[in-house]
């Protein structure tokens, strides 16, 4: 058994198989708990993170915030959320993907790695790459956009990265940002190249509603 087999396995044994969604080269997409709560927790008060996101800081305690998080176990079937982990089983971050349009055929996506000791590493790109597999894999969408702020041209390099494509300038509630969006038959296409080995690898971040 390689290496990189032994750390799947590992992360499996940490994250139980029912609850993993989907697995890349460096993390592992799985369903939220209750456990997330003290991580979710830290990083939505993070006022750095939220400006990322496009978001204020988080002014709830942790027990109100724990009170709210227990009652949200029923999600939208519209959205869905989900746990970026480590193949070692660290939780480092989140990726969603919602406002779900099914006659339209297209999904937001977003995306946060709020454990720094993970950022510049790959990890934002592979989490993405893996939520797209998971998404035009199991659903019969055809169209994943996503906005991400203007200034933050590393989130933007990165996107590129995976095959997303620039559409245009956007405002929002005083802030710009840049729509992209990858269509189904472009990450076909995409995803036969890099498996071929033609692709970079890199790192970023997308607003998550």
Same mark, same amino acid.
Request: hydrophobic share 30%; glycine share 8%.
């Given at each position: 058994?390689?290496?990189?087999?032994?750390?799947?396995?590992?992360?499996?044994?940490?994250?139980?198989?029912?609850?993993?969604?989907? *697995? /890349?080269?460096?993390?592992?997409?799985? =369903?939220?708990? #209750? +456990?997330?709560?003290?991580?979710?927790?830290?990083? $939505?008060?993070?006022?750095?993170?939220?400006?990322?996101?496009?978001?204020?800081?988080?002014?709830?305690?942790?027990?109100?915030?724990?009170?709210?998080?227990?009652?949200?176990?029923?999600?939208?079937?519209?959205?869905?959320?989900?746990?970026?982990?480590?193949?070692?089983?660290?939780?480092?971050?989140?990726?969603?993907?919602?406002?779900?349009?099914?006659?339209?055929?297209?999904?937001?996506?977003?995306?946060?790695?709020?454990?720094?000791?993970?950022?510049? *590493? /790959?990890?934002?790109?592979?989490?993405? =790459?893996?939520? #797209? +597999?998971?998404?035009?894999?199991?659903?019969?969408? $055809?169209?994943?956009?996503?906005?991400?702020?203007?200034?933050?041209?590393?989130?933007?390099?990165?996107?590129?990265?995976?095959?997303?494509?620039?559409?245009?300038?956007?405002?929002?509630?005083?802030?710009?940002?840049?729509?992209?969006?990858?269509?189904?038959?472009?990450?076909?296409?995409?995803?036969?190249?890099?498996?071929?080995?033609?692709?970079?690898?890199?790192?970023?971040?997308?607003?998550?509603?």
């Amino acid at each position: 058994m390689s290496m990189r087999e032994e750390r799947v396995r590992e992360s499996l044994s940490t994250s139980s198989i029912e609850d993993v969604v989907v *697995r /890349g080269s460096k993390v592992v997409l799985r =369903r939220k708990r #209750l +456990e997330d709560a003290s991580d979710d927790y830290s990083w $939505r008060t993070d006022d750095e993170l939220a400006r990322l996101d496009a978001a204020s800081p988080l002014k709830m305690s942790f027990p109100e915030y724990v009170r709210y998080y227990g009652s949200t176990d029923s999600w939208s079937p519209w959205s869905r959320q989900l746990a970026i982990d480590t193949l070692d089983g660290n939780h480092i971050g989140n990726c969603m993907y919602y406002d779900i349009d099914t006659v339209r055929g297209e999904t937001e996506i977003g995306i946060m790695i709020g454990d720094r000791h993970y950022w510049n *590493r /790959g990890y934002g790109t592979d989490a993405v =790459r893996a939520l #797209l +597999e998971h998404v035009f894999t199991t659903t019969d969408l $055809r169209r994943v956009y996503l906005h991400t702020l203007e200034w933050n041209v590393r989130a933007q390099r990165s996107f590129l990265k995976s095959g997303f494509t620039r559409v245009k300038l956007t405002q929002r509630d005083g802030q710009t940002f840049v729509q992209m969006e990858l269509w189904r038959g472009q990450w076909e296409r995409y995803r036969r190249e890099r498996f071929s080995g033609t692709s970079a690898d890199g790192v970023g971040q997308a607003h998550s509603g």
